[in-house]
């Protein structure tokens, strides 16, 4: 069985909700307790490292064509000269 609870405001109900399954059976087992900013985060993580990855090999190609057409263009600065 599943428990998603939503609150209005920034605090955490783990506690609370914790309580509540104990008072209705104190026997019921409960785990992976989690808030769901961390359901979230797990979730999204591949896709994050993705984007991530993807933006350092961009930034990375880009730096090399800087590079390499600065040199073109000393190289060609020298032969007009």
């Not at 209005?8 to 307790?33: C, M």
Request: charged content about 20%; some cysteine.
């Amino acid at each position: 069985m599943s428990v998603c609870a939503r609150n209005a405001s920034a605090t955490s109900l783990l506690d609370e909700i914790r309580s509540e399954i104990q008072a209705v059976d104190p026997g019921l087992p409960y785990s992976n307790v989690r808030s769901m900013t961390d359901v979230m985060d797990v979730s999204i993580a591949p896709r994050r490292f993705s984007r991530n990855l993807v933006g350092v090999f961009a930034a990375s190609r880009c730096f090399i064509l800087h590079w390499h057409l600065r040199i073109a263009g000393f190289k060609w600065l020298a032969e007009v000269s």
